[in-house]
């Protein structure tokens, strides 16, 4: 037997702001909000249990910006890399500085809370 991850789970100070910004960065949509005020975001039509893992958005009075421990990587799938990069820099991403030389093959962005993900170069299917 093995495990799969179904959930990710990102403390934030605006559960609202970071929960559009990451539906329509992952095409996501809002699946359930808890009395505590976290937001669970996940695809529309699977839901939870479905080939990819929720983004649960909790809120926290001391969320940590910057380099995460375990960050996101995305990749785009019905676009190529640099068209997908305007468009996360048109939802609010913004460039981050983690000391890449400038040759890499992807991105490194931030969220609007500063929270680093990377942008891959490679298309992906969609699931």
Known sequence: ??????????????PERLAAFWSEV???AELERDEDGSIA???PDAGYGGPQPLL????????RAGKLPLHIDVNPTDRDQDA????????GARPADVGQTGTES???LADPEGNEFCLLRTRLDPV
């Open 1 to 14: 037997m093995a495990c799969r991850i179904s959930e990710l789970v990102l403390d934030c100070a605006d």
């Open 26 to 28: 992952l095409g996501y």
């Open 41 to 43: 975001i996940g695809p």
């Open 56 to 63: 649960i958005l909790s809120p926290s009075s001391s969320p």
């Open 84 to 91: 997908e990069l305007e468009r996360l820099l048109a939802l």
């Open 106 to 108: 992807w991105h490194v």
